[in-house]
């Protein structure tokens, strides 16, 4: 069966300082993979999202990036983060045999 | 382009009444449509779905049906429980097949 593991759970950053979340998907293959993020008490933002090895497409132009180098793993970052940035991160997939998305338990995110 | 809209919350409820919450749609072609529901602190998880037009899509209880006349997609169920006390999100897949799009999230709060 197909899993998805994103972490940390939790995270505390201060201003200017880096970031990095990483997801990874099990069981499946050459997923469309995503990077949302859900402000507190608002609704779900596309970050980037990705159909392949090396692709990113950039929905908001912003402080972060994000980078696919294996088929699985998908990895958001940012060189400063600003206190704007903080918010609920989530990654999702999805493939061929599903058109749902499957989510994993998101990553809390608090710059101070 | 594609959005979803979804009626504003809080939706606050006694034990065993009647759920409503509305949701509707603008896409091209033909998407699918989904409701995940998140409760607090966790990633979002699928509720129910529908692919094509006049589906029907069900689980524990809930229920919405593909109205493509109406472009709409509304979540009911005939009687709610304190456990369903989360957020309900409505969402497409676009005609790529590569992009989801979300409503803003509706938060229900079942009293005893």
């Known amino acids: 069966s197909q899993t998805i593991h994103q972490w940390p759970a939790t995270l505390v950053q201060p201003v200017g300082s880096p970031l990095s979340l990483e997801c990874t998907v099990e069981?499946?293959?050459?997923?469309?993979l995503y990077w949302y993020r859900q402000a507190a008490g608002r609704g779900l933002q596309l970050l980037f999202y990705?159909?392949?090895?090396?692709?990113i497409s950039s929905e908001v132009p912003q402080n972060l990036s994000a980078s696919r180098p294996q088929d699985r793993q998908f990895i958001l970052s940012s060189k400063k983060l600003l206190l704007s940035d903080s918010g609920f991160y989530l990654c999702?997939?999805?493939?061929?045999?599903?058109?749902?998305?499957?989510f994993g338990q998101g990553t809390r995110l608090t710059v101070v | 382009g594609n959005s979803v809209t979804q009626m504003e919350g809080p939706v606050t409820l006694s034990e065993e009444a009647f759920l409503t919450i509305n949701c509707t749609y603008t896409?091209?072609?033909?998407?699918?449509l989904f409701w995940y529901v998140q409760y607090p602190g966790e990633g979002l998880q699928l509720l129910l779905k529908?692919?094509?037009?006049?589906d029907k899509g069900s689980n524990k209880g809930f229920e919405a049906t593909y109205r493509k006349e109406t472009t709409s997609f509304h979540l009911e169920k005939g009687s709610v429980q304190v456990s369903d006390s989360a957020v309900y999100f409505c969402?497409?897949?676009?005609?790529?097949?590569?992009?989801?799009?979300f409503g803003s999230g509706t938060k229900l709060n079942v009293k005893p």
């Open positions: 069981g499946t293959s050459n997923p469309n």
């Open positions: 999702a997939w999805r493939d061929s045999l599903n058109t749902e998305a499957f």
């Open positions: 990705s159909v392949g090895i090396g692709q």
């Open positions: 529908a692919t094509k037009a006049d």
């Open positions: 969402a497409l897949l676009g005609y790529n097949f590569n992009k989801f799009y």
């Open positions: 896409a091209t072609g033909y998407p699918s």
